[in-house]
């Protein structure tokens, strides 16, 4: 069974990149979300609230998917943000900003641990973080139409990551800074893989 490690942290601070950088140079494969391929985020953007639920419900399965494709091959896959940022961070975002109503983030609650109970954890998280002003700019400099929070929602976003990541019990997670990374992290690249193969022990 395949390995699974997921790249989670704040809108707009890189994850994207890191994981097609490190799959490059570490030989494994990415698994990336593609805009074309979700329907229901072009729709949830004319209409936040009325989308908000089609939305969560389209991502939570199409993070699964994505997941079962993972286990299903020998390797390692590298998968940008992932099932449980999507609902403990973004459902929770949605919920406050009120785009979803008590029921409907109850919902995704119930879809997410079914999803869960039936999918094994990640192996591995990767935290990749930066200060918001940062991260802020480098939002500003992709300009990417369908960014589904802006850089008003970073502050919040990362209280609510910072607030999730310790009730992570039962899976290692390595702190990424990318406050001084180069786009393509060759920097720091070296390191995060032998830090990957000690905790994921492959060496």
Known sequence: MGKLITIVGNSGVGKSTLAKNLCDAASFFPILEKMEE????????????????????????????????????????????????????????????????????????????????????????????????????RMEKRQRSLDIERTQDLHALGIIIKEWLPTIKTVPIIQVNAEHADPSYSTIMDGLIADIHTKLKLI
């Open 38 to 137: 979700r329907p229901f985020i072009w729709k949830f953007h004319q209409n936040r609230k009325e989308f908000a639920l089609a939305n969560q419900v389209d991502y939570f399965l199409f993070q699964a998917e994505q997941e079962k494709l993972i286990r299903k091959n020998d390797g390692i896959g590298v998968q940008d943000s992932g099932l449980d940022q999507a609902f403990h961070v973004f459902s929770k975002r949605f919920h406050d900003k009120g785009y979803l109503g008590d029921d409907e983030y109850l919902l995704c609650k119930r879809l997410y641990e079914t999803l869960r109970h039936f999918l094994p954890s990640p192996d591995l998280i990767i935290h990749l973080y930066a200060p918001y002003s940062i991260i802020a700019e």
